[in-house]
Each structure stands twice: as structure tokens, then as C-alpha cells.
């Protein structure tokens, strides 16, 4: 197998660096105290108000997936609002694009933190667990017999699961505080104790992503498709001008247009009928009622057009786009035979599957990428060789350190709540191995919403598979497994995909031609920076959320709010699963053996294919992602995109490529800032009083 990857479309072209430098000038500094400064205003401004438009206004999510429109409106005020008036009268005063790639790395690395990356499950888990051991013994039960520390949970009267559960600091952030005061005190010490958590599993995912940066973006040379579009937002313009190359394309703007004025009549007739509003998608529920269509999933019998997953499939290496597409139509087929034939095709069966598949890719990126990770371990043991350049960012040697000090720290802390010490292990290898996934998915694919169909408490299920001798952990090591499912599971906002994003644009940006290594190494200090900063604001702001708001604001208003991390989450990754455990038997009509052994060999003969025969059509990649819920909202949209990048390479190949780029940059950014305007327009109607209506634009 070669270890670098060159597919026949190079979709990882640099991004543009800034013309006004030359090659013989030195780089300008990206990482500035203005930088750092307007970065950290995004930050405060994107943590500050998720929390309550998320969940108390139930409006369009400010992150919502890996193309945050929160994001997309800061940068975009920056490059309109501050850069291009700047450029016209005080150019000396613009910010740089390196200095915009700072900005880009802070924001999109905090994005992870105030809504479903983390703030959505962490405190509404805790809560969650405790209320739902008011009225059920059961419940009740399993939180005793793990023994979770108290500080783990929030100051309160009780000592039982159910005493807690209706103490007042519990009751009133389910049900709303009669006076809106926030508890602070009593929160102090879990926000102290999750946050050590965080920060290391944070700390070993920044590692491990400054080492695997190399790999993947320069010798494998993966798309990082959004990367790529990030780039073209913040590019400087040409001396002389205030806008750059891509926003004065008329290309641009009349895709970008149209898409907005698409969506603005969707929102116009959410307010009022009589606008009419363009249908995007289809609904084939009745026609495919009956045999043997009826057993084909949801996201075949009806599909929404997403702009930016079209816009986003153009920039894949065509294999990759139609991979997603294809094993999704495939997948419809083995419904039809299986099930028409009187077998099953359960969701158990696709977990196991995803695992099988997961535990494979795994081992083929580690094969494909040894010759690297045999030069990070010669630098730890500073065994490094003479032509072997190092990092721009950290010295491999003291990031493989830093990694093995967090992954040891994550285990540690686990132990230290009760957790074995085979069980902490498990629990951060599978944390690790989902959350590195999703990275490498997004830099594979660039999908704007990714999901892993596995479920990570499952580890342990499989050891009860066992005929002769079944393996089992103890209550507290399957609890906290469980409860890390809760908070990790809806992994469409995930951290380390998010920095490699942000690290890939600073890389092609800010860096490109610096001469010198280690130069990035302030980048990582104010991206750590902006995750604390969005850490305590988040969480903050979450609190005082939950405790203000018991009912949503919206015209069709939910209790409580933020209901499936506080009710759903809990109960079917921590509960339900321990009632199930306890009983010793998953009582599943499939060998979970079998079904990891299928996924593992669709992903290892798909890998071995594509890696020695260029002709091979099918990426694994698509596999890990087959059977989640963002593959079943997102499919079509990728078709769509895949068709449309075939005949512009049939009819004009790499010159009308190249000139179709602005087209589909527009239906990317012109849907992201459709959403960020109604999201904005939602948010002044319900300031001045009035009633508002929901506008949901993205997939999420």
C-alpha cells in the first residue's frame, strides 16, 4: 500500500496566500493581541447566546453542525463590516488574513463547546439522571449502585438519588426557578470537576490532531473541503481592492443570491401563507407503502435539497461523493431482500456493524500513516533523524508526550470517580476512537453534518457475548460508560473536528510559506485560550438558561426545554442500557460477532481495493457514516452535488472546474447566511415582543 494518497481529482489544492507578501519578505505575525481580542469576542458572542437561542427561543442552532452559521455571520461581518471599508480608507489597518485565520482557528474550536459538542448533555445529563430517580426505583437503584461521587453533582439537600433529584437545585433547572436566580454556589464545584474532564480529553484530542496533521493534510493529502472554503472567505484581497477575488465574482453572489431568496420565501410563509415557498425535496411516503418498498428507510421515501451539501460534494474527490450516495442506495437493497424475506435488519445489527467498520478504518489509517508515527515516537525518544523536519506548530516529541500526560490524565480521572482501571481504559480508547473518527470523516468528506451510528457502552455488551466465560465490569465503570454515550453520542459538533478545520485554514493561510518551524506554536496557546474562555461562558449561560426558561418561547412551546439531553439522553444511554446489563443478557436477535465481522470486512476489502486498484469506485469512509441520521438527511444533496460535478468535468473539465468554483463557494455561504438571517430576524421579533417563527434551514 503507497502512504500517500493521490486521488485523480486534487481537490487539496493550498488555499491563496496573501499576494501583498512575497516569497523573500518575512511573514507576518497571524497571531496577534487584536487577533486574539476579536477572536475571543467571537467566542464570548457565539457561547453567550447559543444556550438560550438553541434551546429557549428552540430557533435555528448558532452551530448546529460543522458549518456553524454563527461562524459564517461573525466572519463575514468581519470581511464586510470592519475589512473592506479598512482596505478602502486604511489599509494598514485591515486585519491580515493571517490574523483572520487566528480568528477562524478560536471560533470554530470553540464552536464544540456551548451547545450539542457539550453544554446541550453535560449539565442537563446530571440533572436528568437524578429526576429520573424521583418516580422510579429502578433508576434509583442503578445511580446507588454506582456510587457516583458527590463531586461530580451540584451542592444540594439529600443524600438519595431521589432526595437529589427534588432538591430545589434540581427541581428549579427542570422546571424553571421562581425567582430566575442561578444556584452558582451550588454549581461551582461540578463545573470545576467536568471542566479537569473536558480539558483533557480537549488536551489529548489537540495533540493527537497537531500529530495526524502531517499525515493527512500533506502526505495522504485528504480534501478538507471545508477548509477550503473557510480560506476562500478570509483570502485578502489584491492591492488596491477591499473585497478579494471570490466576493466580487458575479458568479458568487447570483448563486448565493438566488439560494437566499429561496429560503427567504420558505421564511416569509412561515409568517404569512400567502408567500409562496419553493418545495426542496420530495415526499414519496404513499407511493413506496407497499411491498417491497415499505421496508426502505425514511430518508429514501422523503429527502430535503441542502445548498451547501451540493455546494460541499463539489469539492469532494468524486469517489468520496459518490461512495455517500451509492452505499446509501445500496443499504436500501439489503433492506428490501432481508426483511421482504421475513429476517431483520435491526439498528443492534448496524451499531455492530459501524463498530466492525470503525475498529478496521482504525487499523488501516495506522498502517497507511506508520512510517509517520514512527518518526513521532523517534522524537519522543529523541531519536530523531537529520533530514526529518519538525512540527510548525509544537515539537512532535512534546506533543506525543502531551498526549500520552492527557490520554494517562483522562483515565486517571475516571479512577478517581469509582471507574476500574480496564474500564477507564476502555472508556477512553472509545471516546478517542469515535471522536478521531469524525475528524477524519470531515477531512475526508467535508460533510456539514456528521454522525457515527455506534453507541460506545455497546463495548461492554460484547463481553457478555462470550459463551464460555463472559467478561463483565463493575455498576460504576458501566454507568460512567454510559453516561460518556449520553454526553458524546451526537457527535455533529465534535471538538476535534472543529480544530483540524480551524488548524488546516491556519496552516494554508498563516503559515503556508513560513520559513521557519514551530512558528504556529502561539496559535495552539490562543485557540486553548478561546476553549476556556468558551467553557466557563457556556456553561454560564447554559445554567442560566435552563433556570429562566422552563417553557420555549416559540409558537409551538416544549417542557422542558432542551427535553432529549434531559430526558432521552439519560434514560436510553445510562439507564435503560444498565437495567439491561444488570440482567446479564441483551436479549438481541443477531450475533453481534458476526455483525462486527461484516463491517469490518466491508471497510478492509473497500480499503485494500481503493488503496491498489485505481479504478475502485467505493470509499470506506462512507461506511462508517452509512447508518446515522445525518446520512439519511444528507444523501440526496450529495447525489445532487455528484451529478452536477460530473457534467461540468464531462463538459469542460479542469478550466470550467475551476471557473464553477465561485457557484458552488455561493451555495455554501448563501445558505449559511440564509439561516444566520432569520435566525437574527427571529431573535428581533421576540425582542420586541412579538411572536415568531421557527425557521430551520440546515440539517441538525
Not at 515516537?377 to 529523541?382: A, E, K, P, Q, V
Not at 500520552?404 to 481504559?425: N, R, S, Y
Not at 463483565?472 to 458501566?478: E, H, K, L, Q
Amino acid at each position: 500500500m503507497s502512504e500517500q494518497h493521490h486521488g485523480p481529482e486534487d481537490t487539496s489544492t493550498p488555499l491563496p496566500a496573501h499576494v501583498n507578501v512575497r516569497d523573500d519578505e518575512p511573514v507576518p505575525r497571524a497571531v496577534t493581541l487584536r487577533s486574539v481580542l476579536v477572536g475571543l469576542l467571537g467566542v464570548l458572542l457565539l457561547c453567550g447566546l447559543s444556550p438560550y437561542n438553541d434551546f429557549a427561543m428552540s430557533n435555528t442552532m448558532l452551530v448546529g453542525n460543522f458549518l456553524p452559521i454563527g461562524f459564517v455571520l461573525v466572519i463575514l461581518t468581519i470581511v464586510f463590516v470592519v475589512n473592506a471599508p479598512l482596505y478602502r480608507f486604511a489599509p494598514r489597518l485591515a486585519l491580515r488574513e493571517g490574523e483572520l485565520a487566528v480568528i477562524a482557528a478560536m471560533i470554530l474550536s470553540a464552536c464544540a463547546v456551548p451547545s450539542s459538542g457539550l453544554m446541550r448533555y453535560l449539565p442537563s445529563s446530571i440533572v436528568g439522571l437524578y429526576s429520573a430517580a424521583t418516580d422510579n426505583p429502578q433508576y434509583a437503584g442503578y445511580i446507588t449502585a454506582a456510587h457516583v461521587p458527590t463531586w461530580l453533582l451540584p451542592v444540594s439537600e439529600g443524600t438519595t438519588p431521589a432526595e437529589i433529584g427534588n432538591s430545589d437545585v434540581f427541581k428549579y433547572f427542570r422546571e424553571r426557578s421562581p425567582t430566575g436566580e442561578v444556584p452558582w454556589s451550588a454549581w461551582f464545584r461540578p463545573m470545576l470537576t467536568w471542566g479537569a474532564l473536558i480539558g483533557m480529553i480537549y488536551g489529548l484530542l489537540m495533540m493527537l490532531s497537531l500529530i495526524v496533521r502531517r499525515q493527512w493534510a500533506e502526505n495522504e493529502r485528504l480534501a478538507f473541503p471545508l477548509a477550503t472554503v473557510y480560506g476562500s472567505l478570509i483570502e485578502a484581497p489584491e492591492r488596491g481592492r477591499y473585497l478579494n477575488a471570490l466576493f466580487r465574482s458575479p458568479r458568487f453572489w447570483i448563486a448565493g443570491g438566488a439560494v437566499f431568496a429561496v429560503h427567504a420565501l420558505g421564511a416569509l410563509n412561515a409568517y404569512d401563507p400567502r408567500f409562496p415557498a419553493i418545495p426542496l425535496g420530495y415526499n414519496f411516503g404513499q407511493m413506496l407503502a407497499d411491498e417491497p418498498w415499505r421496508y426502505v428507510t425514511y430518508g429514501m421515501k422523503s429527502a430535503a435539497i441542502y445548498f451547501s451539501m451540493i455546494g460541499v460534494a463539489y469539492f469532494l474527490q468524486s469517489k468520496v461523493a459518490f461512495s455517500l450516495w451509492f452505499f446509501f442506495v445500496l443499504m436500501q437493497g439489503a433492506h428490501i431482500v432481508i426483511e421482504s424475506s421475513g429476517g431483520a435488519f435491526t439498528d443492534q445489527m448496524k451499531h455492530d456493524q459501524t463498530f466492525g467498520g470503525l475498529l478496521v478504518m482504525a487499523g488501516v489509517i495506522i498502517y497507511i500513516g506508520r512510517a509517520h508515527w514512527w518518526m513521532v515516537l523517534r522524537h519522543m525518544f529523541n531519536q530523531s533523524r537529520p533530514d526529518e523536519t519538525e512540527s510548525r506548530y509544537l515539537p512532535y516529541g512534546f506533543t506525543g508526550w502531551m498526549a500520552v500526560l492527557f490520554f494517562a490524565g483522562v483515565i486517571g480521572w475516571f479512577m478517581c470517580a469509582g471507574v476500574t482501571f480496564v474500564g477507564a481504559l476502555v472508556i477512553t480508547l472509545a471516546l478517542t476512537l469515535m471522536l478521531m473518527m469524525v475528524a477524519r470523516v470531515l477531512a475526508e468528506t467535508g460533510l456539514i453534518f456528521v454522525q457515527i451510528n455506534w453507541l460506545m457502552y455497546r463495548t461492554w455488551y460484547y463481553g457478555l457475548t462470550i459463551p464460555a466465560e463472559p467478561i463483565r465490569t463493575t455498576d460504576t465503570s458501566f454507568f460512567f460508560i454510559g453516561w460518556m454515550t449520553a454526553m458524546f453520542h451526537d457527535v455533529r459538533e465534535s471538538f476535534a473536528g472543529f480544530f483540524q478545520q480551524g488548524l488546516r485554514v491556519a496552516d494554508t493561510v498563516a503559515y503556508e510559506r513560513s520559513r521557519r518551524w514551530r512558528t504556529g506554536a502561539p496559535l495552539i496557546g490562543a485557540v486553548a485560550l478561546a476553549l476556556i474562555v468558551a467553557y466557563f461562558v457556556s456553561f454560564g449561560s447554559m445554567l442560566m438558561t435552563e433556570y429562566r426558561y422552563g417553557t420555549s418561547l416559540d409558537s409551538n412551546p416544549s417542557t422542558p426545554i432542551n427535553g432529549y439531553a434531559f430526558t432521552n439522553a439519560p434514560r436510553n444511554n445510562v439507564l435503560d442500557p444498565s437495567a439491561i446489563y444488570k440482567a446479564g443478557n441483551p436479549r438481541e436477535s443477531h450475533s453481534s460477532t458476526v455483525h462486527i465481522a461484516i463491517g469490518g470486512i466491508v471497510v478492509g476489502v473497500s480499503s485494500a481495493l481503493r488503496l491498489t486498484l485505481s479504478w475502485w469506485p467505493l470509499h470506506p469512509i462512507a461506511f462508517i457514516v452509512l447508518y446515522s441520521y445525518a446520512t439519511q438527511k444528507a444523501w440526496f444533496s450529495l447525489m445532487l452535488g455528484w451529478v452536477c460535478k460530473v457534467i461540468i468535468v464531462r463538459l469542460g473539465g479542469a478550466s470550467l472546474m475551476k471557473a464553477a468554483k465561485p457557484v458552488f463557494i455561493g451555495l455554501i455561504v448563501g445558505e449559511a447566511f440564509a439561516a444566520a438571517f432569520w435566525l437574527v430576524v427571529n431573535l428581533a421579533v421576540n425582542y420586541a415582543g412579538l411572536e415568531y417563527r421557527m425557521v430551520n434551514l440546515l440539517p441538525g
